[in-house]
């Protein structure tokens, strides 16, 4: 099993700067795209940004040049550096990652219990 505990949420205004991290835990064998969502009250999950092993990055068009994804393979984290933060960002941001975990070397997927992010005006 592998565990996701997400940190950096709080409260920060508008045009504002936010870091979330995530570490992951448990019995890993190893980590292969690591990303976050956000949920927005009443609204679906979405795809904020994730990032591969490897170093590539994908974002939602509406983060592109004000997000920044990025990973410590060797600390098993990934960050999410925000930037110009808009109030309808306000929302609860879910770590997740595909990872192997114990005897198991298949890959599955993980949430964190997620960190709410409020953009005030």
């Known amino acids: 099993q592998v565990q996701l505990v997400e940190s950096g949420g709080g409260l920060v205004q508008a045009w504002g700067s936010l870091i979330l991290s995530c570490a992951a835990s448990?019995?890993?064998?190893?980590?292969?795209?690591m990303g976050w969502y956000l949920q927005a009250p009443g609204k679906q999950r979405n795809l904020v940004a994730a990032?591969?092993?490897?170093?590539?990055?994908n974002y939602a068009d509406s983060v592109k040049g004000r997000f920044t994804i990025y990973r410590d393979n060797a600390k098993n984290a990934v960050y999410l550096q925000m930037n110009s933060l808009k109030t309808e960002e306000t929302a609860v941001y879910y770590c997740?990652?595909?990872?192997?975990?114990?005897?198991?070397?298949?890959?599955?997927?993980?949430w964190g219990k997620g960190t709410l992010v409020t953009v005030s005006t």
């Open positions: 997740n990652a595909d990872a192997s975990a114990g005897s198991d070397y298949s890959s599955m997927n993980y």
């Open positions: 990032i591969t092993s490897g170093g590539s990055t």
């Open positions: 448990g019995s890993i064998l190893s980590i292969n795209t």
